[in-house]
């Protein structure tokens, strides 16, 4: 079954530092989503990517995030300077037309 | 906008025992209803999707829900649960307007099966 697969798994970064999470989606999918999960809490919603822009984002998704498909298979998230309460779980997912959202296995993100 | 409220937020059973996780949205149109399930150290999994028509949905390992639209709700049941199904359970909900689809999680509930 095709399967939406990230990198890094885990990454330990330095506050200020920048950092790129890199999810590649199912190869027909044409929507693309950023999630995070900081410990303990729900799963939220960052961003979504549809016909190469942002779709829609949320309150958490400010001037320091950022997105990019760079190459039609890669999908990217940045974070410029990072913070300590960047710390969580980063979730990469994608979808074709339907509805079914697929997700990722996530990127441990720790910012000490 | 969308909430999705999940009122367990830990339940203990025992191997064999009934579930039913309650799942409450609110939302002024036409939704799409989600449960995901995330095993210890693992990814989000989809368990089972309501888009429309039957408002009963089985989906995998067992598990059914059923769309109460008078009542918001959308909770999940397995009739006889495995030390297995031992994780965290997500609700989710998505508009039903062909638009970003953004999906709006509930709060989880850990499930913990004992054997």
């Known amino acids: 079954e095709p399967e939406v697969t990230q990198t890094p798994s885990h990454q330990v970064t330095q506050m200020g530092q920048e950092v790129i999470l890199r999810c590649v989606p199912i190869?027909?999918?044409?929507?693309f989503y950023w999630y995070r999960q900081i410990l303990g809490q729900k799963v939220e919603f960052l961003v979504s990517f549809y016909n190469n822009e942002i779709s829609e984002k949320s309150e958490i998704f400010d001037d320091q995030f950022s997105v990019e498909r760079p190459d039609g298979s890669n999908f990217t998230l940045k974070i410029r300077s990072t913070k300590l309460e960047d710390s969580a779980m980063y979730f990469c997912?994608?979808?074709?037309?339907?509805?079914?959202?697929?997700f990722g296995e996530g990127s441990w993100l720790t910012v000490v | 906008a969308q909430s999705v409220s999940q009122h367990n937020h830990h339940v203990i059973l025992s191997e064999a025992a009934s579930l039913e996780l309650g799942c409450n949205y609110s939302?002024?149109?036409?939704?799409?209803l989600f449960w995901y399930v995330q095993y210890p150290g693992q990814h989000l999994q989809l368990l089972l999707k309501y888009f429309s028509g039957d408002p009963l949905v089985k989906g995998i390992k067992g598990f059914e829900a059923e769309f109460i639209k008078s009542k918001f709700s959308f909770n999940l049941r397995k009739p006889s649960v495995q030390w297995s199904d031992t994780a965290e359970y997500f609700c989710?909900?998505?508009?039903?307007?062909?638009?970003?689809?953004?999906?709006?999680f509930g709060g989880g509930t850990r499930l913990m099966v004992k054997p």
């Open positions: 939302y002024g149109g036409t939704v799409n």
């Open positions: 997912a994608s979808r074709t037309n339907g509805n079914t959202i697929y």
């Open positions: 190869s027909n999918h044409l929507y």
């Open positions: 989710a909900v998505s508009p039903n307007n062909n638009a970003g689809n953004m999906l709006t």
